[in-house]
């Protein structure tokens, strides 16, 4: 079979029966894929609240009724419980296990968000000529903690995190109209070139990710990163949260075009 | 004193002393001028998802911590309480009182929301050169409850109420445009052309608001309404829930600008 000729709802139906266990990067080109955050309903209104006070870093594409696993608006027929290739359960922020199925873990008060990810912008990008970097070098993004804190909410709270693209100078204007585009998956950048102004000492010394080179006549141009919201709440540390693993996305029926707004 | 002149503290701090307590148009000029609704924390999260899920009808600018007046990120030395000019006091869905200051009505459960507001988008049309035709005639804007429901969350549900202004048609797609800058005050329009199409069927009794002519070069564009939330709001019938009285808005530091995002 091949799954990169695969429609989401069928690849949906293949990670359900266990057969699509690995990052789902490159499945269902031209759909969103999303970040996933489980929470119980008393932290889910701050959540929430944070969600919407960093829009950057938290673009919110979707959110479940407390107890429900269908994300009505983007896959109405999907399960969040089993179709997402691989989980990590926390308990007080705590790794506690990652696995391929939550029916077990699942409550009829949890409340799932799904926030945008970067590889709907990135597709753009490519599509407008402009190069990224860390797929030509075929790596993970670069990924840097900065000095700039996040607006608190309750308990979450924390510094944001950035990826970094490097793009040739004279294609700086278009990736920031390009990306301006698509505030549902973190939108615009949120700095560009000096690293030292958001507190990042050294690009080749990435937090997350890997490293990748920038020549002579690049600009690194940072933009708001999905693992904030994250590391944040594993840094609130609440009773139970369970997230996607890393690389492994939700596959929504939502197009990419379809969270562009103009 | 002239009004008119004074910048957003100083007109908040008027009408904390009982000095303004008419509506709040064509004050503060450039400034971000808010919708407020309040509710018990109890209700604050499905209204926060009835935000997110229905963005252009919701435009979300600000939501206090539970507890706290101050609208920390727009205006943080205001206090919700006592800052409007008017105030509607609802129980169980039925309007109990109208009153200037909300200090007794306070408690340590309650969330306020702010919530765009047309009057900043308008100023951007009128800048581009767009008319603006309730304005022009000295009218309220005329509003149409639509055949669009807007996605429920928890007890909120209810259909779209839209605002219309009459465009002539060589300017329509400058409207749209300009509008588009603007996505955390209603944003692009909803619909435009046939009202039938959302179930409008005489343009010239409009359930809320004036009335307003129509050439016959002219389209009429539909944008969705700040009443939505409040008419969606009234229905759940929640506990108790404090609205400003109409046109009687929250003055933020926010100028109209900040809210463009590009």
């Not at 050294?202 to 919201?229: M, Q």
Request: glycine share 6%; hydrophobic share 45%.
């Amino acid at each position: 079979m091949n799954f990169a000729d695969l429609k989401p709802s069928e690849l949906r139906r293949e990670i359900r029966a266990g057969c699509w266990r690995s990052p789902t990067a490159g499945l269902a080109p031209g759909y969103v894929q999303a970040n996933l955050v489980v929470l119980p309903k008393r932290d889910a209104f701050d959540f929430l609240l944070f969600a919407q006070r960093n829009p950057q870093a938290c673009p919110v594409i979707d959110v479940t009724d407390p107890g429900s696993p269908v994300p009505e608006r983007v896959a109405p027929g999907a399960d969040l419980r089993t179709d997402v290739p691989k989980y990590r359960i926390y308990r007080q922020g705590i790794l506690e296990a990652e696995v391929t199925e939550i029916t077990a873990y699942w409550r009829e008060d949890l409340v799932a968000f799904l926030l945008g990810c970067s590889f709907t912008f990135e597709s753009a990008l490519m599509a407008a000529g402009i190069p990224v970097r860390h797929i030509e070098e075929g790596k993970n993004v670069p990924m840097f903690i900065t000095n700039r804190q996040c607006v608190p909410a309750g308990i979450f709270r924390g510094p944001m995190v950035v990826s970094m693209r490097p793009i040739p100078v004279e294609l700086v204007v278009r990736a920031v109209q390009v990306t301006s585009r698509f505030p549902g998956v973190h939108g615009a950048p949120v700095h560009l070139g000096n690293p030292q102004q958001i507190g990042i000492t050294d690009l080749s010394k990435p937090h997350f990710g890997d490293a990748v080179s920038v020549r002579p006549d690049e600009i690194p141009v940072f933009w708001a990163c999905g693992v904030t919201p994250q590391a944040v709440a594993m840094e609130a540390k609440p009773e139970l949260m369970i997230t996607h693993a890393p690389g492994h996305m939700f596959i929504t029926d939502l197009k990419d075009e379809e969270l562009s707004i103009f």
